[in-house]
């Protein structure tokens, strides 16, 4: 069927109930344009609205239901409807989600809400490009937490803590529950003291490990609660031992310019003074092998009795013996027998 005028087709009706017009199809104030089928599917409603509103509405509405969803077209903004319900508004360049007043390009408002970026065959996410600068804002009093396959990964507290692999704020800028790792320099820069605290479930298996293109260069650790172990190289081997008294052993020779003790009388009490240590000139000098290397010295053993304030037991048992104490005896015994023998020697010759 053809409809038209001046002798041209303006509507054609095909059999199929098809509608084609040849130009545009202007609505009366209030008119509506509706196209369903029955009474119980779904239709279309395209409607002008109040004269002078400047408003235009498309409907799609169903019979079944009795519910509208549409976009209304307003001369200041676009809104979409879904139920009866509006879901979405465009106005001035700002998209609102649940919002018909949005003051950001994109505002998202309800009790549960979240922006799903999903993709089946390419990586999903998000792109913020800024030359001036792009801010992630949590703009309430709760934290910005990070979220993977639904596991907390980290979070930004209210009170701008960092934490990684724990929800429970310390108070630290940085908590981190793990393992990390860095491949440039770590800068510590305050106005007060810098200190470095390892706090492990197991003090055995504490350490900080120093590393150099990948390969253990030294390490500080623990052979037990009370004793501080510093190792050199891939080996763990001590190298030097340090216990809570202060005591340090080295497990080889140590080399140095000169070794002062504190020798100050005003550290000192005096107990006696001249004193002589009986029975050390009968302790003599040995030479034995240490570390497979031939040494002349002293057994500490010999000093029990004689000199026990030379002597220093380890944890582990082992002696250790002042030679300090030792040659001050020695030489003190061998100075007070020099001047015995000078006083014969002067009877002698009188």
Do not use: C, W
Not at 46 to 66: K, R
């Amino acid at each position: 069927m053809y409809i038209g005028t001046g002798g041209s087709a303006r509507l054609t009706i095909a059999s199929t109930g098809a509608a084609t017009f040849s130009s545009s199809v202007d609505i009366a104030q209030s008119g509506t344009i509706r196209g369903y089928s029955g009474t119980t599917g779904a239709g279309m409603f395209l409607a002008y609205g109040s004269a002078g509103a400047g408003i235009g509405s498309i409907y799609s509405y169903n019979y079944s239901t009795s519910t509208y969803g549409g976009t209304v077209i307003d001369g200041s903004y676009v809104a979409f409807y879904n139920s009866g319900s509006e879901k979405v508004r465009i106005t001035g360049g700002n998209v609102g989600i649940g919002t018909t007043s949005p003051s950001d390009k994109l505002v998202v408002e309800g009790s549960d809400n979240y922006i799903t970026s999903k993709s089946t065959t390419n990586v999903a996410g998000f792109k913020m490009i800024n030359t001036l600068g792009t801010s992630l804002m949590a703009q309430v009093n709760y934290s910005l937490v990070f979220d993977h396959l639904g596991t907390e990964r980290m979070r930004i507290t209210s009170g701008g803590n960092v934490l990684i692999g724990t929800t429970s704020d310390s108070g630290y800028k940085l908590d981190v529950n793990g393992t990390g790792r860095f491949s440039g320099n770590v800068d510590l820069i305050t106005s007060s003291n810098v200190v470095f605290t390892l706090d492990a479930l197991s003090t055995l298996t504490s350490a900080f490990i120093f590393k150099g293109s990948g390969t253990e260069r030294g390490r500080i650790s623990f052979s037990n609660s009370s004793t501080m172990v510093f190792s050199i190289g891939s080996s763990v081997s001590p190298y030097l031992s340090v216990v809570s008294t202060g005591a340090a052993t080295f497990s080889s020779s140590v080399s140095a310019t000169g070794f002062f003790e504190t020798s100050d009388r005003t550290q000192k009490t005096l107990i006696s003074d001249n004193v002589l240590i009986k029975g050390i000139e009968n302790i003599t000098a040995k030479t034995y092998l240490k570390n497979n290397k031939e040494e002349i010295g002293y057994f500490a053993q010999d000093f029990k009795g004689v000199l026990d304030s030379s002597i220093n037991v380890g944890e582990n048992g082992v002696l250790s013996l002042s030679y300090t104490q030792v040659h001050t005896a020695k030489i003190a015994s061998l100075e007070s027998r020099v001047k015995e023998l000078e006083n014969k020697l002067m009877k002698y010759e009188a």
